[in-house]
């Protein structure tokens, strides 16, 4: 079974940077997205991009973190900049099969699962102070 496949975790010290990275090949997707999960903590949705390069982000990463694409290289990027001890999570990449959905509609529903979705297995990500 073809799966996402995250890339780039690791630990950075509080104000380091970080690039994931998802291999998408075989996947046929209009949106994609970032989401995290720590322990203990509700799934947060971080930034979308739809099929025209629009992007969204939660008010939590804006300024901060960058999502991108490379439809060449069939890869989700996700550039973490001014990370703190607080971004520590793990990571997800999410592609999504519904067509015209937009950015902030993918946002919305990144945590979601839903038969049109399709999640990665986790990158780790953690920032010490």
């Known amino acids: 079974q073809v799966q996402l496949v995250e890339s780039g975790g690791g630990t950075v010290q509080a104000g380091g940077s970080l690039r994931l990275s998802c291999a998408t090949s075989g996947y046929r997707y209009s949106s994609a997205g970032w989401f995290r999960q720590a322990p203990e903590k509700e799934r947060e949705g971080l930034a979308a991009i739809d099929n025209y390069g629009n992007t969204e982000y939660a008010d939590s990463v804006k300024g901060r973190f960058t999502i991108s694409k490379d439809g060449a290289k069939n890869t989700l990027y996700l550039q973490m900049n001014a990370l703190t001890p607080e971004d520590t999570a793990m990571y997800y990449c999410?592609?999504?099969?519904?067509?015209?959905?937009?950015?902030?509609?993918?946002?919305?529903?990144?945590?979601?699962?839903?038969?049109?979705?399709?999640w990665g297995q986790g990158t780790q990500v953690t920032v010490s102070s």
């Open positions: 999410v592609v999504i099969a519904i067509s015209s959905m937009t950015a902030h509609q993918a946002l919305n529903v990144l945590t979601t699962p839903l038969d049109s979705s399709t």
